[in-house]
């Protein structure tokens, strides 16, 4: 079964930290690349970061960018976000995507910045 399972979400206080994690399963995740968006409540889906498929390429939003770090586990089939110096304007749902197909999407995670 061809599936993206986001965690990690959750309730953190403004300056804080999180780390998001995205496992695959039923395709071949070291050779597609990954990335990470999110929806916030009332608005559309905003990319966030990107990496190829080996990991050695990165890119970021201008949002998120010199905060937010996207790496991969090729080997664990997993995807990472790590999110600092969170915002309150950070609250979303976080969802990540992969090339091997567009319409593929996790239930995603709930991140609340919030005082």
């Known amino acids: 079964q061809v599936q993206l399972v986001e965690s990690g979400g959750g309730l953190v206080q403004p300056g804080g930290s999180l780390r998001l994690s995205c496992q695959a399963s039923?395709?071949?995740?070291?050779?597609?690349?990954m990335s990470w968006v999110r929806q916030a409540p009332g608005k559309g889906l905003e990319w966030l970061s990107g990496?190829?498929?080996?990991?050695?390429?990165?890119r970021y939003a201008g949002s998120v960018k010199g905060r937010f770090t996207i790496s991969r586990d090729n080997a664990k089939n997993t995807l990472y976000l790590q999110m600092n110096t969170l915002k309150p304007e950070d609250t979303a749902v976080y969802y990540c995507k992969s090339t091997f197909s567009e319409t593929l999407r996790g239930q995603g995670t709930q991140v609340t910045v919030s005082s």
């Open positions: 990496i190829n498929s080996g990991g050695e390429i990165t």
């Open positions: 039923g395709f071949t995740f070291s050779s597609y690349a």
